[in-house]
């Protein structure tokens, strides 16, 4: 994947930020997503600004592929109501996906601390 510019990464950020006052204020009806703690983690957008891809999380757990598609499903009003809000040429078009960093992280974590793992990393420390 390549690297996003300085242009991306700001007008990812104030999507990301947009979004986030949008669904924690209760702007989007939908309870899949006002029953749950719904935490935006990143909005990439295209080079040319004219899309984002909006990742989003649970805190506290819950169906996470089911407000990613409430969110979806709601994606034009977010869109509308986020044209509001920020200052871009154009307003990009939203889709939500779910993060799955974390768990990736855990994993990870998770095969560190097997007892084989540790003692291998702690062999070659000795070299």
Do not use: W
Request: aromatic share 4%; charged share 35%; net charge negative.
């Amino acid at each position: 994947m390549k690297a996003q510019s300085q242009r991306q990464l700001r007008a990812g950020e104030l999507v990301r930020r947009a979004v986030s006052d949008i669904i924690r204020e209760g702007r989007v009806h939908d309870p899949h997503v006002n029953t749950a703690a719904v935490t935006i983690t990143e909005a990439r957008t295209s080079p040319d600004l004219r899309h984002a891809t909006v990742y989003v999380d649970l805190l506290g757990g819950g169906d996470r592929n089911a407000v990613a598609e409430a969110l979806n499903h709601a994606s034009g009003f977010i869109q509308r109501e986020l044209g509001k809000q920020i200052e871009l040429k154009f307003t990009p078009k939203l889709r939500f996906a779910v993060d799955d960093r974390i768990e990736d992280v855990a994993q990870v974590d998770a095969v560190l601390d097997r007892p084989k793992v540790k003692r291998d990393l702690d062999d070659e420390g000795e070299d």
